[in-house]
């Protein structure tokens, strides 16, 4: 199957051979910088557009929305002229998109859409488990719990939580649950990390000796955070005198 899509993207296009006389009838695109006959400027593309005249031709407007369309931001077309800033509407993707044979891609971006269109729909499910994966529609309103029965794989969903339903439990109860297994996270994180006085990066330590050494280059005591610099050249009494590895005899490291 031969793509509409990119089939003529690096050969030369008839329309950019033009003979001195039509010079005149020309304007130089700011994308590709090649002089197109005005008829590549016609077409305002959204009555909100501000610029009076068009300066980015047809080619380059169709290549701007290909290539957002193939990237995160699916949902955001703007309008390519410097400063203008116009999103497209649908009907102005769908009649640039198949006025260069993009049908392909056209396709792709509607059914996006569509799934996207679906996904809000209170109603609408897709089955938690992995191997399932399939959508549906639920009619909520004859549902008196939380917990529904996927329509293919015949196992049991909470929709409420759109997870696999959590047994023995209500929804409230598995959001305590929820709650305090991240409680317990962060406090583990808490214990476990600490930020580099320098350059205040978090620095997670579960393992090995006080003697920190942080990507920024600077060294310090997990304990007491003292510069480590300091306490090679001076002595362990540079540890706070808190720490565990504070000494006042003036030795030299011993924790190295
Ligand atoms: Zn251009
Ligand atoms: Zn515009
Ligand atoms: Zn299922
Ligand atoms: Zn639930
Ligand atoms: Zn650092
Ligand atoms: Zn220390
Ligand atoms: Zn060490």
């Given at each position: ?100 044979g993009a049908t ?131 002595g362990l009494h ?16 011993t924790l190295l």
């Amino acid at each position: 199957m031969k793509s509409t899509d990119s089939n003529s993207d690096d050969e030369p296009d008839p329309d950019y051979i033009l003979s001195p006389d039509d010079l005149l009838l020309t304007r130089e695109c700011v994308v590709c910088m090649r002089a197109n006959s005005l008829d590549q400027f016609e077409k305002s593309y959204s009555n909100e557009c501000q610029h009076v005249q068009r300066t980015v031709c047809n080619r380059c407007v169709y290549q701007h929305i290909k290539h957002v369309l193939k990237g995160e931001s699916r949902n955001n077309v703007s309008c390519p002229e410097p400063n203008c800033p116009v999103h497209f509407t649908y009907a102005t993707i769908r009649s640039i998109l198949l006025s260069h044979g993009a049908t392909d891609l056209f396709h792709k971006y509607d059914d996006q859409l569509a799934r996207q269109s679906l996904e809000q729909n209170p109603n609408y499910f897709v089955c938690p488990y992995s191997d399932c994966r399939l959508g549906q529609f639920q009619d909520m309103t004859r549902n008196t719990t939380a917990c529904i029965t996927c329509v293919y794989c015949q196992r049991m969903i909470c929709s409420f939580h759109r997870t696999v339903w959590h047994t023995d439990m209500t929804c409230d109860k598995y959001d305590q649950c929820q709650t305090s297994a991240n409680h317990s996270t962060k406090l583990w994180l808490k214990r476990h990390t600490k930020l580099c006085p320098k350059c205040r990066r978090p620095i997670e330590k579960i393992l090995g000796c006080d003697h920190i050494t942080c990507i920024c280059r600077y060294e310090f005591c997990w304990e007491c955070l003292a510069n480590f610099q300091r306490i090679k050249q001076h002595g362990l009494h540079h540890h706070r005198i808190t720490c565990s590895h504070y000494s006042i005899r003036n030795v030299v490291c011993t924790l190295l």
